[in-house]
Each structure stands twice: as C-alpha cells, then as structure tokens.
C-alpha cells in the first residue's frame, strides 16, 4: 500500500508493483480481506459439495439432471469418456442441501452407487455475497473474489470472464485517458 492506494502485490517469488493490481483469486476474497472490505451476505449459509466417480450410468451418458428435494438438490452429469483400453466414463456430482447439515463424507447420489470414486468429496461456501467495494485506489476485484451465487445459477464462468473483459477494458480506458479512476 502506499497510504490507501494498492500499489503491488508480495509473493513467494518477490514483491511486484503494478499500477492496477486485479484480484481474481476466488472465493476467499483475498484483497477484500487484505483491504478490509465488507463482504455482504444475501442469502443463507450454503454449502456446496461435490465430487467425481467414474463407471457406467447411462442414463448420465444422454443428458445431465438436477433433481431438487425437500431438502436441497443434486446435480449429476457426465464429464467425459476416460482414454483406456475398456472406455469408462467420468462423472461428476454436486449437492447442495439447505440447513447445516453435513452429509457423509462417502456419500454419493443414489444413481451413482456402485461407482468407483475418482476424487474424494469437496465443499465449497457458495453462499450469495458481494463485496461491497469491488474497484478502488489501484485496484479491481472480479469473478469469484467479486461476488458468488451458488451453482444453480450456472453463470459462474461467465461472470468471472465478462468482469475481467469489463475491467481489462475500463483500465485500457483510463490509459488512453476517456476514463478517470476516482
Ligand atoms: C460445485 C460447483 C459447481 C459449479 N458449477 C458451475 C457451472 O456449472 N457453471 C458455472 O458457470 N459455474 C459453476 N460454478 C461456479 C464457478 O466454478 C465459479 O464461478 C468460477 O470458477 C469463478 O471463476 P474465478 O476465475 O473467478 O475463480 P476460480 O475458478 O476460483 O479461480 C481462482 C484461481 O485463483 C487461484 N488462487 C487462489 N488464491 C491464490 C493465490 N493466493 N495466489 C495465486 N493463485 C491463487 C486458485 O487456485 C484458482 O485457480 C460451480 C462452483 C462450484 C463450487
């Protein structure tokens, strides 16, 4: 920092100053908490947690589903065919379950069962939030590190690339001089 402006960034490998540092580190809002940055919360505590199992589940093969229940919902869906001499095809799952409720650490959707299991479980906060102040003094936040829904809203990828294309082109603009930081 040079008094409230963001000035570089230090890391493993050395200190590099920039005149625009762009945090794009997911969803522990690395320079949100550096900079003390409010985090506002819309939505319940929901936790997301997801794995991969690989095996046969043709119904997956055609098409993907996200089933809801009184509880939550799960989606599954085939990721690909795995390159082996007998093919087998890699699937992943996600379940989100409303409340705090954890589910068991071998879980597995019921069409799943039986499958082998690729990577263990993985949770991940996927409560809606925003960071209050996502652009300031020598900075920008964008995608994740911004703001976060949870997977139903499918709009993840597309905001993390439309926010960084939104920035690139606002820095470009303040470059060339149409645009001024404060
Ligand atoms: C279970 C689940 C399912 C999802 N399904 C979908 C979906 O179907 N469609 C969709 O659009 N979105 C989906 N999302 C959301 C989507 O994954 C995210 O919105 C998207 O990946 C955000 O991209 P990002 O680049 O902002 O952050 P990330 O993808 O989290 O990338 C951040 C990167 O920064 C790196 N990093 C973190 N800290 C540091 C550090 N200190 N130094 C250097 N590097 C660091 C991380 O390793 C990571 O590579 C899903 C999310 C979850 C949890």
Not at 18 to 44: C, R
Not at 56 to 78: L, M, Q, Y
Request: with cysteine.
């Amino acid at each position: 920092m040079d008094g409230c402006r963001v000035v570089g960034v230090e890391t493993s490998l050395g200190t590099f100053r920039a005149t625009k540092i762009i945090d794009a580190a997911g969803g522990n809002h690395w320079l949100a908490q550096q900079l003390g940055l409010e985090i506002q919360y819309h939505s319940p505590r929901l936790i997301a947690y997801y794995g991969y199992v690989t095996g046969e589940c043709s119904a997956r093969d055609i098409a993907p589903a996200i089933v809801a229940d009184s509880c939550g919902w799960t989606w599954t869906a085939k990721v690909r065919c795995l390159q082996r001499a007998t093919p087998t095809q890699l699937y992943q799952w996600t379940r989100l379950s409303f409340g705090t409720q954890k589910i068991p650490k071998d879980w597995l959707p019921n069409e799943f069962l039986g499958l082998k299991i690729f990577q263990r479980m993985r949770a991940s906060d996927v409560s809606w939030r925003i960071v209050s102040q996502s652009a300031g003094s020598g900075y920008f936040i964008v995608g994740d590190a911004a703001m976060i829904l949870d997977p139903t809203s499918s709009h993840g990828v597309l905001k993390a690339i439309m926010s960084g294309i939104w920035v690139s082109h606002s820095i470009a603009s303040e470059f060339v001089g149409n645009l001024t930081e404060l």
